[in-house]
């Protein structure tokens, strides 16, 4: 499958993490979350995003994965589904998917205000939580990601190959921080969800679209 002419980004969090987003006009890398104690509930496994603090780019090896905020190419990732399931025993949050919120965002935008702001930026082929994974900072070689296996519904199961679930967990990475101006869309499971979020006070020009977007979700 061909690289999409326009490609997006995706980046999950919890609800509650949203008011200090705002707040700060930025999303924060976990080392920089960590630095600050910002607010709000942490999803994502305790042993894994460990390693992420110590594991280096090889496109920039003094950056570490957890020094970047992260992205996936697509909504409905494998992390939602672990959090849709609950049951993982690492996963420090067990509240299910449905105060979860998707922020979705334009690749060459992000790619361009990064190098705007000389701001390394890297993606990966695979999970970048994983023990070994391939990194690339360059964007001729966004075809080295397996798209079909993005954009796949069925990543799991009998008669589906190993390699479709970790192409998957391709991952967009942004040194330190990444603006709220770029989040062009937010999607949210539920009418509950789109009221509260909505109802946020923000006091910002930049207001992104908000949608209930079931399909985004387990």
Known sequence: MPVPAKPK?????????LASVLTDS????DAMVQQHGSPGTTIGMGSIKARRLQSALTSHPTLKVGQCVPFYFCPRSVMLYLISQANHPEL???GGQGPIVHLECDLHASIAWADGQKRRWAFTLS????????????????????????????WSGNGVDGSIKEGKQAEFLVEESFPWTLVE???????AMYQRIAGLPSGKAHRPRLEILGEWYY
């Open 185 to 191: 869309r937010i999607g949210v499971q539920s009418q």
């Open 127 to 154: 999970n970048a939580g994983s023990c070994y994974f391939e990194d690339r900072a360059s964007i001729a070689r966004l075809g080295e990601i397996k798209w079909d296996a993005v954009g796949a519904n069925r």
């Open 9 to 17: 980004i995706y980046h999950i969090l919890h609800v509650d993490r």
């Open 26 to 29: 930025r999303l924060w890398s």
């Open 92 to 94: 420090m949050y067990r």
